[in-house]
């Protein structure tokens, strides 16, 4: 079980916007900053947000990120086909376990 | 531009120790702001955060494993290791070596990834 919490798939249509979330609590996302990785079938994860909200170079405007109190969002607008994924959230938590976490994952399916 | 690629066997015994090294093109290991990380995943599961060492050799190390593995570094050679002593079943995963950028190692983020390979623990 993870200690952040995604919703295991979402779906919308191509063109559509759609918004994964990213729930955790004050030792992780409350008080550190939270990153979002893209997973395509058979590939290693791909860095789409840092720092909250910040898109690396390369990284469409189409993704975005945000985080209110202890939860994150990832949001993806125009979609396309090739969104198809998996997505994670990640942090650090400050707990006595001190460690790096990942969301358990979401499926985007694009329909 | 910075490339890493994992190397090591495939196939470990179950009680035997996992080992893995990464190797960084295209960059120098020894430059700060990054922790070089080792994370898993289990076929058809999320991801697990192993750990990370900086170049230094401050390690850092998932509570759950830290009885278990072992990151090093070697820069004369621009590699970082891994080792994961006592495997059993569970320990089958694809193993990837990522880049952490950041100088504080509670506010990093993966930036660069390796592809990844597949360990399976069986007899």
């Known amino acids: 079980q993870s200690v952040l919490t995604q919703p295991p798939s979402v779906s919308a249509a191509p063109g559509q916007k759609v918004t994964i979330s990213c729930s955790g609590s004050?030792?992780?996302?409350?008080?550190?900053?939270v990153s979002w990785y893209q997973q395509l079938p058979g590939t290693a994860p791909k860095l789409l947000i840092y720092?909250?909200?910040k898109r690396p170079s390369g990284i469409p405007d189409r993704f975005s990120g945000s985080k209110s109190g202890t939860s994150a969002t990832l949001g993806i607008t125009g979609l396309q086909t090739g969104d198809e994924a998996d997505y994670y959230c990640?942090?650090?938590?400050?707990?006595?376990?001190?460690?790096?976490?990942f969301g358990g994952g979401t499926k985007l399916t694009v329909l | 531009q910075v490339q890493l690629q994992e190397s090591g066997p495939g196939l470990v015994k179950p009680s035997q120790t996992l080992s893995l090294t990464c190797t960084v093109s295209?960059?120098?290991?020894?430059?700060?702001?990054?922790?070089w990380s080792w994370i898993r995943q289990h076929p058809g599961k999320g991801l697990e955060w192993i750990g990370y060492?900086?170049?230094?050799?401050?390690?850092y190390y998932n509570p759950s494993l830290k009885s278990r593995v072992t990151i090093s570094v070697d820069t004369s050679k621009n590699q970082f290791s891994l080792k994961l002593s006592s495997v059993t079943a569970a320990d089958t995963a694809v193993y990837y070596c990522?880049?952490?950028?950041?100088?504080?190692?509670?506010?990093?983020?993966?930036?660069?990834w390796g592809r990844g390979t597949l360990v399976t623990v069986s007899s």
């Open positions: 004050s030792s992780n996302i409350g008080n550190n900053y």
């Open positions: 060492i900086y170049y230094s050799g401050s390690t």
């Open positions: 720092d909250n909200n």
């Open positions: 990640g942090t650090w938590d400050s707990s006595l376990s001190a460690n790096w976490v």
């Open positions: 990522a880049r952490a950028k950041g100088r504080i190692v509670t506010r990093v983020y993966f930036d660069l």
């Open positions: 295209g960059g120098s290991i020894s430059s700060g702001g990054y922790y």
